[in-house]
């Protein structure tokens, strides 16, 4: 029965082979999207496991091992947005371990950069970069340490002495192979946790599974009224159902088995593509990271074909009860309100978070708790929508006397299944769309909106008010060198106040700012140079200024500090706190300012109002490359969906139209119908499903983060206008086909 059922697959003409490959095309991109996807977590997976030996640091390591400690210092830096990595390291005698990557640990004067590092630092001037590492380059990273091709990272070599007084400097007996069980805050790798890796393959897979699933079945429908006709045939002569699915089932697997060679052609040729998309938001993949395991590999040879087949079974289960069922069609039972049920669980699933108002501690129980949730609602609009269609159609039935209208919406009230099926694929894409905007858009302005305006994003900053003090005194030439550096506008010496001199006055910018502490004095000569912090009274020469006003890197121009009664000569013995300095916003200005304080303090931080927002918008760049990835995969695939969809309904009812032809209806109306059959679900299940999506994302934001939905911006509107009138577009360009394929000799019976 197998050997006759390829037989018939392949001996059917054009038509059949032109059906075997639509879905076989359908199979290789779900399958070329589903690899990419697999080897994609693999590769964030081995990422992640290149970058623990940073956490060798950590405190709640217990290893211990005969040999040399080695002084270890893991501590960020920054450079024109981009986030370094340095690892100060001190041997205490030669057998010290040696971190991956290095053949032998740098001595005090050298230092080891990755690839990418060590190229700009040949590129750019070295008293913007290059002058913070002390001594030579002596070696580039192996890739065994590196997270990617564009890793920023430097191993220094120091003296013990160097590295003891900085904090977090630890000594340590063994390289870290594997994440701590605790970080205490001393964790240094920007790995993705495995927690958050769960989400992202659940929430990718999930979101690209849907479309690639419907493609498939779309695709395994093509010619359904054809090979239901030839199945209703067999079984007059004698076939048994169990034969006929058999026969049905073969033709899909076999398309569905080419597709699948095909799919691993396609994953080949996407892999180095792939390679330079940073699906976490951070860099590129090493291209040997992107590989599949044998589970993997096996689970989609053999579990796509048999997908496929099933799908066939379904969507051809007809024939199977009555040989006469094909010629004896009868209007299909109408769907019923239950279909709603599935669409209202899933919301109700994620709403009992807000109500209770807790969320699971863990990443893997909020993945549990709420990837079910957003997976019931996109069951529940697929399952819905047949039902929704039915009763838009017999809404607007009782509304309209036009003839196209009439037919198509008739049409569509008796069996809505068909006139949803078509559009199902993009209902899913808007809402997958729908959501990831509206949930990233809000992330991005509760969090995204980072501190600072235009005066202080030109701020350098050495220290802050809540670090030890820098110095007893600063140095006056370090001053000077500072002031002279071109661009520079100004630099404030913020002091430690020990007695308490002065008001305490505290300006609050945020309802969770720190309650005040003994106010910092600044001299207001020097005050004067850095206006957007506030101002002296007139005729005062120290001021008490709140160290925080500084330190959070928001402006106060406005703000009058009170005088402090203490004269700058004494002001200027005092311990330094942090040095500010204001510079044009240059490139240029901000990088050889933060070298020359880096070089000064190397063990307190240099900051700028862009370093605050790196590490941020490295996260939020996460889940916005993951919208991307989501919307760039959804929307062509529900687009092929519509075209298929479309083409496959006019193929199976040319004979009716034929008729209709025949007996003097214009080719203008029946094309009407078509458009209207395809438009109007689409529509009304859009407008379902962009609903249903705001709601469960406010849901979502709500216990998840505590934050209210923001609406989407202009952008999102006019991407989804955008999108409906590409699917628009999509069902006008197949109606050229009406006419081809219904003429006169479509209407002959056999």
Not at 79 to 102: F, R
Not at 197 to 219: E, H, N, Q, Y
Request: with cysteine; hydrophobic share 50%; proline share 7%.
């Amino acid at each position: 029965m197998i050997a006759f059922a390829l037989r018939l697959a392949v001996s059917g003409g054009r038509e059949a082979l032109a059906r075997l490959a639509m879905i076989a095309a359908a199979v290789a991109v779900g399958v070329g999207l589903l690899l990419s996807t697999f080897a994609s977590m693999n590769a964030v997976e081995r990422t992640n496991q290149r970058q623990v030996w940073l956490d060798t640091g950590a405190a709640s390591r217990t290893e211990q091992a005969s040999t040399h400690p080695l002084w270890w210092w893991p501590h960020g830096d920054y450079y024109d947005g981009k986030s370094l990595t340095e690892v100060d390291v001190a041997a205490t005698g030669p057998a010290s371990p040696v971190p991956p990557g290095l053949t032998r640990l740098p001595a005090p004067g050298e230092y080891y950069a990755s690839p990418a590092l060590a190229k700009l630092i040949r590129d750019t001037p070295a008293d913007q970069l290059g002058d913070r590492f002390p001594g030579r380059l002596t070696g580039t990273i192996g890739d065994a340490a590196l997270a990617s091709p564009d890793s920023l990272i430097a191993v220094i070599g120091r003296t013990p002495a160097q590295i003891k007084g900085a904090p977090g400097a630890r000594a340590v007996t063994t390289i870290a192979s594997t994440r701590p069980p605790t970080c205490d805050n001393a964790c240094w790798d920007k790995a993705v946790r495995g927690d958050a890796l769960t989400l992202i393959s659940s929430v990718v897979a999930g979101a690209l599974i849907f479309p690639v699933l419907i493609f498939i079945a779309t695709a395994t429908r093509l010619s359904a009224a054809t090979r239901e006709q030839r199945y209703a045939a067999m079984r007059l002569v004698g076939a048994t159902p169990r034969q006929v699915s058999v026969i049905s089932a073969v033709e899909s697997a076999l398309a569905a088995a080419v597709g699948t060679v095909v799919g691993f052609g396609l994953y080949a040729a996407l892999r180095p593509l792939v390679a330079t998309v940073p699906l976490t938001g951070q860099q590129r993949f090493f291209l040997a990271d992107l590989t599949l395991s044998a589970p993997q590999a096996l689970g989609v040879v053999v579990g796509v074909p048999v997908a496929a087949a099933i799908a066939a079974r379904l969507a051809l289960r007809r024939v199977t009860v009555s040989p006469l069922g094909v010629s004896r069609r009868v209007t299909p039972r109408p769907p019923r309100a239950w279909r709603l049920i599935p669409l209202l669980a899933g919301l109700a699933e994620l709403a009992y978070f807000v109500f209770v108002g807790r969320r699971p501690a863990t990443g893997n129980g909020q993945t549990a708790a709420y990837l079910p949730g957003f997976v019931v609602v996109m069951l529940g609009l697929v399952i819905a929508g047949p039902y929704l269609t039915m009763i838009v159609a017999r809404a607007v039935a009782r509304r309209t006397r036009r003839p196209a209208t009439l037919i198509a919406v008739r049409r569509l009230a008796d069996d809505p299944k068909a006139g949803f099926r078509a559009v199902s694929g993009l209902v899913l894409a808007l809402f997958v769309t729908t959501a990831t905007v509206s949930i990233i858009g809000t992330i991005n302005d509760y969090r995204g909106t980072l501190g600072g305006d235009r005066q202080t994003r030109t701020v350098v900053e050495a220290g802050s008010d809540g670090q030890a003090p820098l110095a007893g005194a600063i140095p006056a030439r370090l001053l000077t060198e500072v002031r002279a550096i071109p661009g520079v506008r100004g630099a404030a010496v913020v002091h430690s106040n020990p007695d308490g001199i002065g008001k305490v006055v505290h300006r609050r910018v945020h309802p969770g700012d720190p309650p005040p502490q003994a106010p910092a004095l600044v001299t207001c000569s020097d005050l004067a140079q850095t206006p957007m912090v506030g101002r002296c009274p007139a005729g005062a020469g120290v001021a008490a200024v709140d160290s925080y006003a500084f330190g959070s890197l928001q402006s106060h121009p406005s703000l009058p500090w009170p005088a402090a009664e203490i004269s700058t000569a004494a002001v200027a013995k005092l311990p330094v706190q942090l040095v500010y300095v204001a510079t044009d916003g240059s490139t240029a200005a901000m990088e050889r300012v933060r070298t020359v304080l880096t070089t000064a303090y190397p063990h307190q931080q240099v900051r700028t109002v862009g370093d605050w927002g790196t590490d941020l918008q490295q996260e939020l760049a996460g889940w916005r490359q993951l919208a991307d990835v989501v919307l760039l995969t959804t929307l062509p695939i529900a687009g092929c969906s519509l075209a298929v969809s479309v083409v496959a309904g006019l193929s199976d009812r040319r004979r009716p139209f034929a008729l209709l032809r025949l007996t003097g209806a214009p080719l203008r109306l029946l094309q009407r119908v078509i458009g209207l059959e395809s438009t109007l679900p689409l529509l009304a299940v859009a407008a379902i499903s962009i609903g249903a999506a705001f709601a469960a994302s406010a849901l979502f934001l709500k216990s998840q983060m505590r934050y209210d939905l923001v609406s989407p911006g202009v952008a999102y509107y006019a991407l989804v206008a955008a999108g409906l009138v590409a699917s628009l577009g999509i069902i006008a360009s197949t109606l050229p086909l009406l006419k081809r394929i219904t003429g006169p000799e479509a209407a002959r019976n056999g």
